[in-house]
């Protein structure tokens, strides 16, 4: 079965300093991955997707993220955190059985002090 | 460009009574619609989705249906609300199937409670 993991509830920087955010997934072929922003009572917006091709995807707001097959990871990264990336981020995996639907991570609460 | 909408943006709904959000989407025709549920705060778990008027798919057996009277209108539907239906629903939209990479777009949600 096709799975994403968020294994942190919450990850707390510092405004300035790099952030990551970590997901890992199971899939059974070529795996399509999306990190989602969501803020209070908002719905969720695209930040960037993986299909294929470089390893590296860079999105909106500066966001990046790492496709590495080997540890089946796709970690969300800045290089430089600001108080407004605060927010409530999910990794999501094409759910290759529900036409083109996603399945989601818990999400993962990022916050970022000043 | 594209845009959804929802409505109603909250709704505070007595057990029992029967439930109707809606979903449109301008710019865009012919295109996959999707109803997803976040309980509390978190963990968006997909209802249904459409690839056509009438084509509905259930993902998960409970008391909501959908409907799809026009192409871009999705509809989630409930004769008789629980307490356990209280939740975010979100509508999102992506471009008709051309590949397993098209990018989901998501509304601003309906907040439901349920007392």
């Known amino acids: 079965a096709q799975s994403v993991a968020q294994p942190e509830d919450q990850v707390n920087v510092a405004e300035g300093n790099p952030l990551t955010v970590k997901c890992t997934y199971s899939?059974?072929?070529?795996?399509?991955l999306f990190w989602y922003v969501q803020y209070p009572n908002r719905g969720l917006q695209f930040l960037l997707k993986?299909?294929?091709?470089?390893?590296l995807v860079k999105g909106s707001y500066g966001f990046e993220a790492e496709f590495n097959k080997s540890q089946t990871s796709f970690h969300l990264k800045k290089p430089s955190a600001l108080v407004s990336d605060s927010a409530l981020y999910f990794c999501?995996?094409?759910?290759?059985?529900?036409?083109?639907?996603?399945?989601f991570g818990k999400g993962t609460t990022l916050s970022v002090s000043s | 460009s594209q845009t959804i909408h929802q409505w109603p943006a909250t709704l505070v709904q007595p057990v029992g009574s029967p439930l109707s959000l809606e979903c449109t989407v301008e710019?865009?025709?012919?295109?996959?619609l999707y109803w997803y549920r976040q309980a509390a705060g978190r963990g968006l778990q997909l209802l249904f989705y459409?690839?056509?008027?009438?084509?509905i798919s259930s993902e998960v057996p409970q008391n909501l249906s959908a409907s799809r009277p026009q192409d871009r209108q999705f509809i989630l539907s409930s004769k008789k609300l629980l307490l356990s239906d209280s939740g975010f629903y979100l509508c999102?939209?992506?471009?008709?199937?051309?590949?397993?990479?098209?990018?989901?777009?998501f509304g601003p949600g309906t907040r439901l409670t349920v007392l």
């Open positions: 999501a995996v094409r759910d290759m059985k529900a036409g083109t639907a996603l399945i």
């Open positions: 993986y299909i294929t091709g470089d390893n």
């Open positions: 999102a939209w992506s471009p008709r199937w051309s590949g397993s990479g098209d990018t989901q777009y």
């Open positions: 710019g865009t025709s012919n295109p996959n």
């Open positions: 899939v059974s072929g070529n795996p399509y």
């Open positions: 459409s690839v056509g008027i009438g084509q």
